[in-house]
């Protein structure tokens, strides 16, 4: 039941960016500001009772905050030099190396 609870925020939140995105661009692109994904992610951890992964939960998922920038950074430029598919794919391409670099980093430290 749990994992229904979940999928149902997150569909949830999917239909109200569909929503908004027909009274304007600027709603769809600050709703997924929202931590969906990262609050379904500490319910998870939450649950378990385990207050340190918890926390070490919330760390992980801040860092990856750069990789999301570089997501939106190359989805922005592409827009404007090919089809927003490719361009979408470009912005994953660039979250994918984004997390590669950060993770290759964290082991050398």
């Known amino acids: 039941m749990d994992l229904i609870w979940k999928g149902m925020a997150g569909g949830a939140v999917t239909m109200l960016i569909a ?12 709703l997924p500001l929202f931590p969906t994904f990262s609050l379904i992610a500490l319910l998870i951890m939450g649950a378990r009772g385990d207050l340190p992964a918890l926390q070490e939960t919330c760390l992980a998922s801040a ?19 090919m089809d927003y598919r490719l361009a979408l794919l470009v912005g994953l391409a660039a979250w994918g190396v984004m997390l590669g670099v950060m993770f290759g980093l964290a082991r050398l430290v």
């Open 19 to 30: 929503h908004l995105s027909k009274q304007g661009a600027t709603l769809p692109g600050i």
């Open 63 to 81: 860092k990856t905050l750069p990789a999301y920038l570089a997501f939106l950074l190359a989805c922005y430029f592409a827009l404007g030099q």
